[in-house]
C-alpha cells in the first residue's frame, strides 16, 4: 500500500508556477508586403498565398518552424532574441530545416503571385502577444515599360529580354552571378 500511494504521488501534476525553466508564450504575427513606392497594376503582386516561417536561437538552430497558407502567424515559444526567416508564395513547405543555398527562386514569365522575403532579429517579449507586423519583400522584379518610336513611321515589331537568371537563391548573400552561359535564359 506504501509503494502504491508513494507511485501515485509521483504523477500528479506540478502547478505551472512550481515547472523548472522557461514557460513559453502565446505570440502572433502578421506578414504583409512592404509598402511599394509605385502603382501595381495588378493585386496579385501584394498577394500573400502561402508562408514558411522559421525562428533561430541564438545558436543558430532552427526552434519552430512553421508553413500555413495565412498571412497570419500564430504561435507559442519561449521569450527570448531570435533571428527570423520568411519566405512567402513559393507554393511549397520548405521543410524542417532546409539547406537556404539550395532553396530557390526558379525564373518565370508569368507568377500567380511574387515570391518575397524577410530576414531579421525578433524579440519575443515575456508577455507574448501581437508582434509588429513583418513587411516581407519581392525577391523577384517586375518590368513594366511603354516604348515610343520617333519617327512615327517605323514600327516596332518585338522587344525581347536577355541574361536573365534561370533561379537565384532565397538568403544566400554570397551568391555571385554565374559565369555559364546555360545559368541564363532569353
Same mark, same amino acid.
Given at each position: 500500500?506504501?509503494? /502504491?500511494?508513494?507511485?501515485?504521488?509521483?504523477?500528479?501534476?506540478?502547478?505551472?508556477?512550481?515547472?523548472?525553466?522557461?514557460?513559453? =508564450?502565446? +505570440? #502572433?504575427?502578421?506578414?504583409?508586403?512592404?509598402?511599394?513606392?509605385?502603382?501595381? %497594376?495588378?493585386?496579385?503582386?501584394?498577394?500573400?498565398?502561402?508562408?514558411? /516561417?522559421? /525562428?533561430?536561437?541564438? &545558436?543558430?538552430? @532552427?526552434?519552430?518552424?512553421?508553413?500555413?497558407?495565412? &498571412?497570419?502567424?500564430?504561435?507559442?515559444?519561449?521569450?527570448?532574441?531570435?533571428?527570423? %526567416?520568411?519566405?512567402?508564395?513559393?507554393?511549397?513547405?520548405?521543410?524542417?530545416?532546409?539547406?537556404? &543555398?539550395? +532553396?530557390? $527562386? +526558379?525564373?518565370?514569365?508569368?507568377?500567380?503571385?511574387?515570391?518575397?522575403?524577410? #530576414?531579421?532579429?525578433?524579440?519575443?517579449?515575456?508577455?507574448?502577444?501581437?508582434?509588429?507586423? =513583418? #513587411?516581407?519583400?519581392?525577391? +523577384?522584379?517586375? $518590368?513594366?515599360?511603354? @516604348?515610343? =518610336?520617333?519617327?512615327?513611321?517605323?514600327?516596332?515589331?518585338?522587344?525581347?529580354?536577355?541574361? =536573365?537568371?534561370?533561379?537565384?537563391?532565397?538568403?544566400?548573400?554570397?551568391?555571385?552571378?554565374?559565369?555559364?552561359?546555360?545559368?541564363?535564359?532569353?
Amino acid at each position: 500500500l506504501i509503494s /502504491l500511494v508513494m507511485g501515485l504521488s509521483g504523477c500528479r501534476e506540478i502547478p505551472a508556477e512550481d515547472m523548472p525553466g522557461p514557460r513559453s =508564450v502565446a +505570440v #502572433e504575427l502578421a506578414v504583409r508586403p512592404d509598402r511599394m513606392m509605385t502603382v501595381t %497594376r495588378s493585386a496579385d503582386e501584394t498577394a500573400i498565398r502561402d508562408v514558411n /516561417l522559421y /525562428l533561430y536561437n541564438g &545558436s543558430g538552430e @532552427i526552434v519552430l518552424h512553421r508553413y500555413q497558407t495565412s &498571412s497570419t502567424l500564430r504561435f507559442e515559444c519561449v521569450p527570448g532574441n531570435y533571428m527570423l %526567416r520568411i519566405v512567402a508564395n513559393l507554393g511549397r513547405d520548405l521543410g524542417n530545416n532546409p539547406v537556404w &543555398s539550395d +532553396v530557390a $527562386i +526558379v525564373h518565370a514569365d508569368e507568377y500567380d503571385s511574387l515570391p518575397m522575403t524577410w #530576414e531579421g532579429d525578433m524579440t519575443i517579449p515575456a508577455s507574448g502577444g501581437a508582434l509588429p507586423a =513583418v #513587411e516581407v519583400q519581392r525577391a +523577384v522584379a517586375k $518590368i513594366s515599360y511603354d @516604348i515610343a =518610336v520617333k519617327p512615327t513611321d517605323i514600327e516596332l515589331e518585338s522587344v525581347q529580354l536577355l541574361s =536573365v537568371p534561370r533561379a537565384v537563391s532565397v538568403f544566400d548573400v554570397a551568391a555571385v552571378p554565374s559565369d555559364d552561359a546555360a545559368d541564363y535564359t532569353d
